[in-house]
């Protein structure tokens, strides 16, 4: 397959440059020529033209999965339009735009469309049927005014200003024709940040209850989300784009065009834009991803409460921020302390491993002295390297600086507690389950059931429940101790235990049954 540029020229007109005219370029020499000097040959006109290196934006070779090139012999070219009918252009469209920058050749492979189609559309898309199913049960119009910022909850606060930082590097990245920084950046702002942070969190808030200043603020802090992003991301997802924000502005009037494409691009605002906030709330969503990954590695349900949580802190800066969002943390990993430990406590004993590849090259022939003085670093040495980011070694009176992007720090496993590291962030989890913390992750788990019982018996999310659960030593006092907290997250109205359960749902636990009877009140 032929190559192609996609570049801002100057073409002469009546012996006069005027610019703003793009051409493509097919031929391989042509493209030389342009990279060389600066100038090109426009195949449609039959003339030579001046480019604008730093305007080019596509510059690809299109092969399969395996770096082979398209064609009908090997049976490996994608059909277009079978292809679109499957997945969609939108997706087909951001899959080939996000996917490789513009100067690297795209292993172009259907199962990334499909990833992309789930991943980003279908999160996209579970978001706003989120907001609108509950907007759509308290009425919300956005016909109120601007809760003012300082009276949102921080967590507002801090997506909008995630959000403002968005836009700001989102139109810089079009403007220097980077659109392929732009769509990750769009990516990673709903994935990690939008669905599974903001949203995740804030569900209680859009549930039920009055329509206080505290359900508004939310409901208009996740409008003004969506409506943002697709205004984002409608150069790169036009059909996509389009529809989420007429579905949006259709119910509220905001905005009176009759396409996305005709309204103003977003422009942040600086006033809104929270470093310091960002800064905590990435602390917050650090620890929760490395205490999430320890309780997967020993198979521990997040519905398991745990007791505790130990951070050894490198400095003052780090304790304060996540001191600052330690409720939240303790809320999402479900634990019930955080508990820190200074970095020379010794409570975790840390080691160093040389990166070989990195440290070779540097060092040469004194590597292996090199390697030798990192595996005996103290821990006070270690303590210094995480907090510095280097560390200078002693080599026979020889000094030799390490810097900690050049060594792995990791920390061992003490008994009933699991650790984890991440730069100079360290994790230590207590795994042990006591019994009364096994009672209330029965309680949890009981609630995840019967929920899904609700939602696959049709039930509205506004329906009222009578519950009953048939009697089992290993589950009839968590019952009745977490009696009120079951009910309270199920909308139920009783909730009674009983010898023989009628016309129940079987629910399989790991080494044990039950029966529970959902009805509507």
């Known amino acids: 397959m032929n190559?192609?540029?996609?570049f801002k020229a100057k073409r002469k007109d009546n012996g006069e440059w005027v610019e703003g005219y793009y051409v493509y370029c097919r031929k391989r020499r042509y493209i030389l020529q342009i990279l060389n000097k600066e100038i090109g040959f426009d195949?449609?006109?039959?003339?030579?033209?001046?480019?604008?290196p730093g305007t080019i934006c596509q510059y690809t070779g299109l092969t399969d999965k395996n770096g082979n090139k398209m064609s009908k012999r090997l049976n490996n070219a994608v059909d277009p339009f079978t292809t679109i009918e499957k997945y969609g252009s939108d997706p087909l469209r951001w899959y080939m735009i996000t996917n490789s920058s513009p100067w690297d050749n795209l292993k172009f492979d259907v199962?990334?469309?499909?990833?992309v189609r789930r991943k980003f559309f279908g999160t996209l898309y579970n978001t706003y049927s989120f907001f609108a199913l509950y907007a759509n049960v308290d009425g919300f119009e956005y016909k109120e005014a601007d809760?003012?910022?300082?009276?949102?909850?921080?967590?507002?606060?801090?997506?909008?200003?995630?959000?403002?930082?968005l836009i700001k590097e989102v139109d810089t990245c079009y403007n220097e024709y980077e659109p392929t920084k732009a769509g990750r950046l769009i990516s990673d702002f709903v994935n990690d940040n939008l669905s599974n942070w903001y949203v995740r969190l804030n569900r209680k808030r859009f549930w039920g209850g009055e329509f206080t200043q505290d359900k508004l603020s939310a409901y208009q802090t996740l409008y003004t989300c969506l409506e943002t992003v697709a205004k984002l991301m409608a150069p790169i997802s036009p059909f996509y784009a389009d529809r989420l924000y007429i579905d949006l502005i259709t119910a509220t009037g905001r905005d009176n065009v009759v396409s996305i494409h005709l309204a103003e691009f977003p422009k942040y605002q600086e006033e809104m834009i929270d470093k310091e906030l960002e800064a905590r709330m990435q602390m917050a969503q650090d620890v929760t991803s490395m205490v999430l990954a320890l309780r997967r590695k020993v198979n521990i349900k997040v519905r398991q409460p745990l007791q505790c949580i130990?951070?050894?802190?490198?400095?003052?800066?780090?304790?304060?921020?996540?001191?600052?969002?330690?409720?939240?943390?303790?809320?999402?990993v479900n634990v019930k302390d955080i508990k820190f430990?200074?970095?020379?406590?010794?409570?975790?004993?840390?080691?160093?491993?040389?990166?070989?590849?990195k440290l070779g090259p540097k060092f040469g022939k004194q590597m292996k002295a090199?390697?030798?003085?990192?595996?005996?670093?103290?821990?006070?040495?270690?303590?210094?390297?995480?907090?510095?980011?280097?560390?200078?070694?002693?080599?026979?009176?020889?000094?030799?600086?390490i810097e900690a992007a050049d060594v792995e720090i990791f920390s061992e496993d003490i008994p009933g507690w699991l650790v984890a590291n991440e730069g100079k962030l360290t994790v230590a989890l207590e795994v042990t389950v006591t019994e009364e913390l096994r009672r209330e992750g029965i309680a949890r788990e009981l609630v995840n059931r019967i929920q899904n019982i609700r939602k696959s018996s049709g039930f509205e999310i506004t329906d009222k429940i009578k519950i009953t659960i048939s009697k089992n030593t290993q589950t009839d006092d968590a019952v009745k101790e977490n009696k009120d907290y079951i009910c309270n997250q199920v909308l139920g109205t009783s909730l009674d235990l009983a010898d023989e359960v009628k016309d129940g749902t079987e629910l399989n636990f790991d080494d044990f049954s039950l029966f529970v009877n959902v009805i509507k009140d």
Not at 325 to 330: D, P, Q, R
Request: charged share 35%; glycine share 4%; hydrophobic share 45%.
């Open 3 to 6: 190559r192609q540029i996609l």
């Open 43 to 52: 195949e449609r006109e039959n003339e030579w033209i001046e480019i604008d």
């Open 111 to 115: 199962e990334g469309i499909e990833e």
């Open 147 to 165: 809760v003012p910022m300082a009276e949102r909850p921080e967590i507002d606060r801090w997506i909008l200003s995630v959000l403002n930082t």
């Open 310 to 332: 130990m951070i050894p802190v490198v400095d003052e800066e780090q304790k304060a921020h996540i001191e600052a969002v330690k409720a939240l943390i303790m809320n999402e």
């Open 341 to 357: 430990v200074d970095g020379d406590a010794g409570v975790l004993v840390k080691k160093v491993k040389c990166d070989f590849k």
């Open 370 to 401: 090199v390697a030798a003085a990192v595996a005996e670093m103290s821990q006070e040495a270690i303590a210094e390297l995480e907090k510095n980011g280097k560390y200078a070694l002693n080599l026979d009176g020889a000094e030799a600086v």
